[in-house]
């Protein structure tokens, strides 16, 4: 119980909720999923499918791109330097 703890401490979905004063029960509405489907994606982000990332980016306020840097890097914030890079791989398209 103590590492799923420290898990959910570091995690960007949790930050990102946190700062966003979204509850779990108001992500798990939104995304109509269950309390156990959003605790394997704090878990394990990497399983999330991207019919689930689309609208979980649009409750944080930030783009897709953005969110899937901060779940792949596992960082909480993103920072402006991350900002910058992500932007450059937009604009490449």
Same mark, same amino acid.
């Given at each position: 119980?103590?590492?799923r @703890?420290?898990?959910? @401490?570091n995690n960007?979905?949790?930050?990102?909720?946190h700062?966003?004063?979204?509850? @779990?029960q108001?992500?798990?509405?939104?995304?109509?999923?269950?309390?156990?489907t959003?605790?394997?994606y704090?878990?394990?982000?990497?399983?999330?499918?991207l019919h689930?990332?689309?609208?979980?980016?649009?409750l944080?306020?930030?783009?897709?791109?953005?969110?899937?840097?901060l779940l792949?890097?596992?960082?909480?914030?993103?920072?402006?330097?991350?900002?910058?890079y992500?932007?450059?791989?937009?604009d490449?398209?």
């Open positions: 119980m103590a590492s @703890k420290k898990t959910e @401490k960007p979905l949790v930050a990102l909720a700062r966003n004063k979204l509850s @779990k108001d992500i798990y509405k939104a995304l109509h999923i269950t309390a156990s959003y605790q394997s704090i878990m394990n982000p990497y399983i999330m499918p689930r990332l689309i609208p979980l980016s649009g944080f306020g930030i783009s897709v791109e953005e969110l899937v840097y792949i890097r596992n960082k909480p914030i993103l920072h402006k330097e991350h900002k910058a992500i932007g450059s791989l937009i490449k398209d």
